[in-house]
């Protein structure tokens, strides 16, 4: 930047203080959610997060699970919270101002009041940081009585729990906001993750990954270490939003035409819904390797979780079993991806019907899902040296598990994912029905090792029954979508 | 027969009633205004006649199919260009076009030719490679009403034909549309714009509440002792006592 308006200072707020700015903020993120989703069923969330976490706490513990693997999971599950949390830093720029833009007035208010765009998303973010923080991380802090049993000093572990949570957290928000500052300042996106998954090797090939995991469960460490890593937290989140462009515009891209082609080339009866779907996948940021990222970044976590159980329990799973089951998990996110950037009411203005689309949207799934999920699993089990019948049962389980959980997700969610997160009621069951595939698929994987033929025949039906029902499931979300559609 | 045939409309959104019985008829060749203030059932009343929406009651019939149980057959028929344009796709308008083309069973050629033709109209030529979402909103409305228009319907539904389109751009818009419904096809526009309206429409209907509460014919300009159209839709709207819409006083203040 050559200069900067009144309105970029990032002291400047115009009239109106960070605090009044804040409280309206949070009032904008609470009408939101209750509007999308009911007022009660959006304030029962907090309760669901609660019930889940204590439950897999206690039900971890009764398996023989260690505490420092429960504890290390949590603040695991909060940094990629976080990391989540913080791509609203995306809502700043008009990268994705399609998508948080039409939520949030307040938001976009920079491009009509005296207000620095800068301010704005730093006082947003740091909303976002408080509002999650009380809703999400401090219900999963409550799993801390779970760990350390009801006493006088239980309201004093809670908070010190919710602490180290909501630090972790934050330090999940500010790299993500680091990152996307790096971004607006013309960093090519490949750069960044060439930088990342170097950093990630790096960390890897040098031993110190135990270092890092002791750094981010501050609560196991000193209270000095926890200071540094807030005070280092806090300076990247300066420097991220000082950083940051507020003017940043991505120059037009363009692009040669392969539509024809592609869609000539597949053999299905939508080919043309498919082929808008698999460009639309391949040419947003990330392209095709975001939903094998994100299930490469599952399969790491698994892994290193499964590492972490051995050094201290000396069980291994069966590694085809574990990670068939684990990896179909992964269905949520590729699917995610394939909708992203999509609206089920834009398809309304042509004459296909909304079946059609789901079908499409199931075809592209399994375009895309399919080597998604291969190659990470081929990699686990050579890496963790599965025998030849628990490796054939595990592609079964991945394969059917896979589409069931796509068939319970578009069932549940239709074309919007992301939303459901964030509804009581639809994440339970979600959450109810991954439960009663994934968990005996686990204790299978865990209890008996190698598998016996009769366990593998039994799981391999059990895998291909849940693929029919993902496919049964699929299926009706069609005409139960169309129905919401054209009469609500 | 009527184009558009439409007889006791009414649809629901929960306790609001967005269609309260509206009846009107659109002949082949008319270019229909649909005009009324904020919320008064101008989207949901194209959306039900698009058979995007299922109505509570009434009968609607448009090139004598039934949006309400045929909605594929209905929009197979007629061209739509939605109010709130085109979500950000990664498609480049040629690759769009042909998508369009190819979901409406139109030959490659004939697509080809089209978005020639169309890019040239509206001026988009330079951006036919240019992927969706970077356009302007005034490109991507270009993009939008060639993907209307691509398969010469008999029947096209428009909501705010000229939205974010540059002035010479808006001409041309406006006489194809004249052109288009001269050639025996029916134009339907909903419009906040009475000026527009006034210029390019041969019959407009004027809602307000779910209703239609009048129509006037604007072939052979207005009648003597009549008002301008402005003052016959704020005079009709205000009779209506339409919350959101301000009172020739407040106006006149």
Redesign the interface.
């Known amino acids: 930047m050559t200069g900067s308006t009144t309105s970029d200072r990032p002291d400047s707020g115009g009239g109106l203080s960070t605090r009044r700015l804040l409280a309206v903020l949070f009032r904008e993120e609470w009408r939101m959610h209750t509007q999308l989703f009911g007022g009660w069923r959006f304030a029962l969330f907090p309760v669901v997060i609660a019930v889940l976490a204590v439950g897999a706490t206690v039900a971890l513990l009764e398996t023989g699970t260690a505490q420092g693997t429960i504890v290390g999971g949590l603040h695991a599950l909060a940094v990629a919270f976080g990391l989540y949390s913080g791509t609203a830093g995306f809502a700043g720029s008009d990268m994705l101002e399609n998508v948080f833009g039409r939520l949030s007035l307040l938001l976009s208010s920079s491009t009509t009041l005296p207000l620095s765009r800068r301010w704005l998303l730093g006082v947003f973010l740091l909303k976002d940081a408080l509002f999650y923080g009380v809703a999400f991380v401090l219900p999963m802090a409550l799993s801390s009585a779970a760990l350390t049993g009801f006493s006088a000093a239980t309201p004093v572990a809670v908070g010190l729990f919710w602490l180290s949570l909501c630090l972790v957290f934050a330090v999940g928000m500010a790299t993500t906001v680091g990152l996307i500052a790096i971004r607006t300042r013309g960093v090519p996106p490949w750069t960044i993750g060439l930088a990342v998954g170097l950093s990630v090797v790096g960390i890897w090939a040098t031993g110190s990954l135990g270092a890092v995991q002791s750094v981010l469960v501050p609560v196991r460490g000193s209270a000095i270490a926890a200071g540094g890593l807030a005070v280092s937290t806090i300076v990247v989140a300066m420097v991220s939003l000082v950083a940051y462009n507020p003017t940043y515009g991505r120059p037009s891209r363009t692009a040669t035409d392969r539509f024809a082609r592609l869609s000539g080339a597949l053999p299905f009866e939508n080919a043309p819904l498919v082929t808008k779907s698999l460009l639309d996948l391949a040419r947003s940021s990330g392209g095709v390797w975001k939903p094998f990222v994100s299930a490469s970044i599952l399969l790491a976590l698994v892994a290193a979780l499964v590492g972490v159980v051995d050094s201290i329990t000396g069980i291994v799973p069966a590694p085809g079993i574990f990670f068939g089951g684990v990896l179909g998990l992964s269905a949520f996110t590729t699917y995610n991806w394939l909708t992203q950037f999509d609206s089920l009411e834009a398809y309304l203005a042509y004459p296909v019907s909304i079946a059609d689309v789901f079908r499409a949207k199931r075809i592209a799934f399994v375009l895309v899902g399919a080597p998604t999920v291969a190659v990470p699993y081929l990699a686990a089990v050579i890496w963790f040296n599965a025998t030849l019948l628990d490796a054939v049962v595990g592609a079964i389980l991945l394969a059917g598990y896979a589409l069931y959980y796509y068939g319970l997700t578009v069932y549940i969610a239709g074309f919007d994912p992301n939303e459901f997160l964030f509804d009581a009621v639809r994440f339970a069951t979600f959450t109810v029905g991954v439960a009663v595939a994934l968990v005996p698929t686990l204790v299978a994987g865990f209890v008996v090792v190698p598998p016996s033929v009769e366990l593998a025949a039994a799981l391999g039906v059990g895998g291909v029954v849940m693929g029919v029902i993902g496919i049964v499931l699929s299926s009706r979300a069609g005409p139960r979508w169309d129905a919401k559609y054209r009469t609500e | 027969m009527g184009a558009i045939r439409v007889d006791g409309l009414r649809k629901s ?1 929960g306790a609001v009633e967005a269609v309260a019985g509206m009846n009107f008829t659109v002949e082949r060749g008319e270019l229909y205004g649909f005009l009324g203030p904020n919320g008064a059932g101008k989207t949901t009343t194209i ?1 039900t006649l ?5 109505p509570d009651a009434g009968t609607v019939r448009v090139l004598e199919t039934d949006p309400a149980t045929e ?3 209905t ?2 028929k007629v061209g ?1 260009l ?1 109010e ?1 344009g ?7 308008p ?3 076009l ?3 083309g ?3 069973d139109l030959s ?1 050629d004939r697509v080809a030719d089209q978005t020639v033709a169309w890019a040239e109209r509206l001026g988009f030529e330079s951006k036919l ?3 969706h ?3 302007s909103r005034g490109q991507q409305q270009k993009v939008m009403i060639t ?1 209307a228009f691509i398969h010469e319907p008999d029947v096209v539904f428009i909501d705010e034909p000229l939205a974010n389109l540059d002035p010479l751009v808006q001409e041309q818009v406006k006489r194809f549309l004249i052109s288009y419904a001269a050639g025996d096809n029916a134009v339907f526009v909903s419009t906040h714009n009475i000026d527009v309206a006034e210029e390019i429409c041969t019959r407009v209907g004027i809602v307000a509440d779910g209703q239609l509460v009048t129509e006037r014919s604007l072939d052979n300009g207005a009648d003597e002792g009549e008002g301008s159209l402005l003052e016959l839709f704020l005079e009709r709207v205000e009779a209506e006592e339409t919350r959101d819409t301000p009172t020739l006083e407040h106006l006149g203040s």
């Open positions: 959104y959306r698009t058979g995007q929406v299922q909605p594929l057959e929009r197979r739509i939605p709130q085109s979500p950000p796709s990664f498609l480049t040629r690759e769009y042909e998508f369009v190819e979901v409406r490659a490679e240019t992927l979402t970077d356009l993907q």
